[in-house]
């Protein structure tokens, strides 16, 4: 199973970016999925996770109301929209699968597989 992530860039605070991340290899459609992102010197964390139906959705409380996943099940695509974004969000942002998952979670040692991650960066 791989993870192709996509979509970082460098915006200034109050702007919006959209990331991607495409699942492939040998993988059915029933999994879960997440993104993680982690700062210079800081711990990997929890940002937000869907449920194999796309319907079950969970957030960090740090980006609830700014932050909005999604997933093309068709596609096998994760998306994770980033609105009024602010310096605080800078970070290494990954997408990772939970293939056994029956809710979604925050817990990174519940993912199987991890991306690459993409770099965000929002300047003041």
């Known amino acids: 199973v791989q993870l192709q992530a996509s979509g970082g860039g460098l915006v200034q605070a109050g702007g919006s970016l959209r990331l991607s991340c495409v699942a492939s290899?040998?993988?059915?459609?029933?999994?879960?999925m997440g993104w993680f992102r982690q700062a210079p010197g800081k711990e990997r964390e929890f940002v937000a996770a869907i449920d194999w139906t796309g319907v079950r959705t969970y957030y960090a409380d740090s980006v609830k109301g700014r932050f909005t996943i999604s997933k093309d099940i068709a596609k096998n695509t994760v998306y994770l929209q980033m609105n009024r974004l602010k310096p605080v969000d800078t970070a290494v942002y990954y997408c990772a699968i939970d293939i056994c998952g029956v809710i979604p979670t925050a817990e990174p040692n519940d993912y199987d597989y991890w991306g690459q991650g993409t770099q965000v960066t929002v300047s003041s």
């Open positions: 290899g040998d993988i059915s459609s029933s999994y879960n």
